[in-house]
């Protein structure tokens, strides 16, 4: 589990790449004032589902499960969502 753990981490980490939040040397000479832009992530699928996605982004670091907001019903029947709103940094 801890082998594929780590390769989660690193496939998240090639994904987001210079997106992270935290800016490099490079990043801050070029832009003294870096814009943050909000991305979405939504999560639609069953409760069960939802609720395993949030928990593995929890332990792979990506994002807490307090920061996603409560579920919601889509009206789909046993359907729920998700949303996690974060700030990137654009060049």
């Given at each position: 589990?801890?082998?594929?753990?780590?390769?989660?981490?690193?496939?998240?980490?090639?994904?987001?790449?210079?997106?992270?939040?935290?800016?490099?040397?490079?990043?801050?000479?070029?832009?003294?004032?870096?814009?943050?832009?909000?991305?979405?992530?939504i999560?639609?699928?069953?409760?069960?589902?939802?609720?395993?996605?949030?928990?593995?982004?929890?332990?792979?670091?990506?994002?807490?499960?307090?920061?996603?907001s409560?579920?919601?019903?889509t009206?789909?029947?046993?359907?729920?969502?998700?949303?996690?709103?974060?700030?990137?940094l654009?060049?």
């Amino acid at each position: 589990m801890a082998q594929s753990k780590d390769s989660a981490q690193s496939k998240l980490e090639q994904f987001l790449g210079e997106y992270l939040d935290t800016p490099t040397t490079k990043q801050s000479t070029e832009k003294p004032f870096p814009k943050r832009k909000p991305i979405k992530h939504i999560l639609i699928g069953s409760e069960k589902a939802v609720t395993s996605t949030i928990h593995y982004l929890q332990v792979i670091g990506y994002a807490s499960v307090g920061d996603w907001s409560p579920l919601v019903p889509t009206g789909n029947p046993d359907e729920v969502m998700s949303i996690l709103i974060r700030q990137i940094l654009m060049q």
